[in-house]
């Protein structure tokens, strides 16, 4: 889509103002990535966990080990900010959650929550609905996040993985 983009200046135009693709390109670059991570965050978290165990390195081991090191230091890095830009990202733009351009793009995160505002609701408490309505899918990923600590750091004790 980028290069056609580039080399179709006309066409990417064209595409630009058609609110159907417009539309679909908000849901794809940004709904979809934020989707997958956001609900594959517990298994991308245990594989990068057991690749931060399992890390090798030395000169020795070729540059495949070396990449899948990085890769995993990078998806790291991907997964604790997730949470920092859910709670960062979201209690900023609060007073957006109703714009349609802003729920295509970022509205995967906090579909099925109640962020409309009643009719005896005052703007600030509308606004302090929304902030605490934001917090249930950074509750969803720290409680992930939780359960990957107890699974990885006490598998010497399975008594104490069952009570988790």
């Not at 859910?86 to 351009?101: G, S, T």
């Amino acid at each position: 889509m980028f290069i056609i983009l580039k080399l179709k200046p006309d066409f990417a135009s064209r595409i630009t103002q058609n609110p159907k693709l417009s539309n679909l390109r908000n849901k794809l670059f940004f709904g979809s990535t934020l989707r997958f991570l956001y609900f594959g965050y517990l298994e991308l978290l245990i594989a990068v966990c057991i690749g931060l165990i399992t890390m090798q390195w030395g000169t020795d081991l070729g540059w495949t080990v070396l990449y899948c090191n990085c890769f995993t230091i990078a998806i790291c890095a991907i997964l604790i900010g997730l949470p920092l830009f859910m709670l960062v990202f979201y209690c900023a733009k609060v007073d957006q959650l109703d714009d349609a351009v802003f729920r295509a793009r970022y509205g995967t995160l906090y579909e099925g929550t109640k962020i409309e505002a009643g009719e005896d609701e005052s703007e600030a408490d509308c606004k302090r609905k929304r902030q605490r309505s934001i917090l249930l899918p950074l509750f969803f990923v720290l409680r992930r996040v939780i359960f990957v600590a107890i699974t990885i750091m006490l598998a010497e004790w399975p008594v104490f993985q069952i009570m988790g």
